[in-house]
Each structure stands twice: as C-alpha cells, then as structure tokens.
Nanobody, 125 residues
C-alpha cells in the first residue's frame, strides 16, 4: 500500500499564494517513485500540474503554471511541496498528489497508480 496525505489547501484571492504539501508512506512506496500533482477543475477533466523525480533532479510543469508554481521534494522525508504564486481563478480545482511512476513516465505526464484524497484550492476574484 501507498498512502498520500495532502495538506495546505484553502481559499485565497486572485494574485495570492498557497503552498500544498504531500507526504508519502507505505510498504509499497519505492524511493525511486516520482511524485506529482494533478488537479481537477470544476466540471473539467483531471490535468497534470507538476511532477518531480525521486531525487528532485527532474521536474515537469504544465505550461499554464510553469512561471508561477514551484515543486520541491524532501527525499529523506518522502514529502513534496507545491508553492503556488500569482494564483488566478482558473487555478481553482481539487488538487491530487500522485505517485507510482518512474522519472521517465512522470516527465511524459503519466499518472501513477496511487492517489491522495484530494484537497480544494479556491481562488476568488
């Protein structure tokens, strides 16, 4: 099993910032797993946001967030953070932590088999 626990969501005004965290644990969690964030905006499909390799050396960002979001990883603690700046209402979504991919798979946008419960981010005008 793999457990992913997200924290840090909430509501913020446009232009503001939020920081999401995800902690991974479980017997099936492999140190070489990449970790990533996906999101599902209201009424839309789930989309890739950002991902990071097991040692933090490779990252992926969706075009819509690459100049505003920063993903980081503490490999010793199996945690990742997503710093989200200059938020817009279009960033409103349920954000999910995801894992189970290799670095190559993560960079190609593949979704791993393991998901967190999701956390709401709401950006108001």
């Amino acid at each position: 099993q793999v457990h992913l626990v997200e924290s840090g969501g909430g509501s913020v005004q446009a232009g503001g910032s939020l920081r999401l965290s995800c902690a991974a644990s479980g017997e099936s969690f492999m140190y070489w797993f990449s970790l990533a964030w996906f999101r599902r905006p209201p009424g839309k499909e789930t989309e890739n946001v950002a991902g990071i390799s097991w040692n933090g050396g490779d990252t992926y960002y969706a075009d819509s967030v690459k100049t505003r979001f920063t993903i980081s990883r503490n490999s010793a603690r199996n945690t990742i953070d997503l710093q989200m700046d200059h938020l817009t209402p279009e960033d409103t979504a349920v954000y999910y932590c995801n894992t189970g991919t290799t670095t190559t798979e993560m960079l190609r946008g593949k979704r791993g088999d393991y998901w967190g419960q999701g956390i709401w981010v709401t950006v108001t005008t």
